[in-house]
Each structure stands twice: as structure tokens, then as C-alpha cells.
T-cell receptor, first 108, second 116 residues
């Protein structure tokens, strides 16, 4: 799995877009970029994943650079319930390796 | 996505004892994994539970300490043996439907284990 680098923490105002960056410069061609989040005392929750193209679902959007060395997870209208640790993972199949993630705090 | 149930959700155990954690999925899945999350830390993969064969352990984890069973495509157990306070962690089960990279894993809510 690719090594990923994320900022340890970020703040976002409620109702604004939260943009969480991730560097994965060593990602290989067959590895997908996955995003999960973990709210205190719960198991990680799958958010979104992509290979090359940008992706959007009901939770978030994933923007992957053309060279695939970095990506950004966008929560379009952050709410207080989006406060969590967000993990970016490069995965080519099977097991997943979690880094330290970004602790996002959404403030009123 | 699959619904994953772990039992027990939490437990407090005496050192030297063993505890078996169960993971039940509401549908057949290809792959099942066990993770550990130590206090304030990220998740660390313990092993991949293989149906009908021995689990595949990550570096630093051994079968004698963390025996794993997977008798079918919907159920797995993880035993934490001869527990010490250092084993106090959250243990999480996850599942996915494929070997290739295009299948997300889904996690249970974990078993919070405290060793006295």
C-alpha cells in the first residue's frame, strides 16, 4: 500500500466546505485512493474511493490530481456531526494500512 | 453495505486470561480482517482471516497470541490470549467483497477491551 501524508488537524466552520488534503506520491497505478472517517467510539466509516477520475457520492467529493500524487476530500457543507478523524489510504486490494489521519473539528 | 456485529462490545478482563471476540456479518463476504487500535492511536492490521485455512498474520502478531478462526463466509473469531495490560485496545473486524482494490472495507464498531 502507498504511504500517505495528511495534516494532523484542521478546523472548519459549520456550513462551509471542508477540504482535506492527502499526499500519496508513491501510489502505484493499480492502487485506489480511499477515504474513511472515525467518529469517537465507532468503527471507521467508508466515505468514498477513486482511481483516476474525480468521484462524488451523497457524502463527499474526491478530487484526484492528474499525476495521482495527491487528492482532496471535500465535504461540501460541513456539520458538527462531521467532526471526526479522516483517513486517506492507498490500497491495491486486500488489507488496508491506516496512517495517523487528520482530526477535523467543525466549529459552530 | 454489509451489517457487521461484534460481540462483546466491551469487556474488562483479568491479566493472564483469554477472551474470544466474535464477528458476524449479515451476508457472505470474501475477505475478513482483524485490526487493533491502541488508545489514541490509528488502526493496525493484525491478520487476514482466511476461510478454511490458517489466518495470515502481519509482522509483530503471532498465532499463539491472537488465534483466529473463520469457519464460513459470514463469521470469524479473534482470541486475545494470556492478556496483559498492554493488550488494552479496541479490536475491530472488517469485511470486503473482493481481492482487488475496488472493494471498500466495512467495519464493525469494535470491542473495547480493558485488562486489569
Amino acid at each position: 500500500d502507498a504511504k500517505t501524508t495528511q495534516p494532523p488537524s484542521m478546523d472548519c466552520a459549520e456550513g462551509r466546505a471542508a477540504n482535506l488534503p492527502c499526499n500519496h506520491s508513491t501510489i502505484s497505478g493499480n492502487e485506489y485512493v480511499y477515504w474513511y472517517r472515525q467518529i469517537h467510539s465507532q468503527g471507521p466509516q467508508y466515505i468514498i474511493h477513486g482511481l483516476k477520475n474525480n468521484e462524488t457520492n451523497e457524502m463527499a467529493s474526491l478530487i484526484i490530481t492528474e499525476d495521482r500524487k495527491s487528492s482532496t476530500l471535500i465535504l461540501p457543507h460541513a456539520t458538527l456531526r462531521d467532526t471526526a478523524v479522516y483517513y486517506c489510504i492507498g490500497d491495491g486490494g486486500g488489507d488496508m494500512r491506516f496512517g495517523a489521519g487528520t482530526r477535523l473539528t467543525v466549529k459552530p | 453495505s454489509a451489517v457487521i456485529s461484534q460481540k462483546p462490545s466491551r469487556d474488562i478482563c483479568q491479566r493472564g486470561t483469554s477472551l474470544t471476540i466474535q464477528c458476524q456479518v449479515d451476508s457472505q463476504v470474501t475477505m475478513m480482517f482483524w485490526y487493533r487500535q491502541q488508545p489514541g492511536q490509528s488502526l493496525t492490521l493484525i491478520a487476514t482471516a482466511n476461510q478454511g485455512s490458517e489466518a495470515t498474520y502481519e509482522s509483530g502478531f503471532v498465532i499463539d497470541k491472537f488465534p483466529i478462526s473463520r469457519p464460513n463466509l459470514t463469521f470469524s473469531t479473534l482470541t486475545v490470549s494470556n492478556m496483559s495490560p498492554e493488550d488494552s485496545s479496541i479490536y475491530l473486524c472488517s469485511v470486503s467483497d473482493g481481492f482487488l482494490g475496488n472493494q471498500p472495507q466495512h467495519f464493525g464498531d469494535g470491542t473495547r477491551l480493558s485488562i486489569l
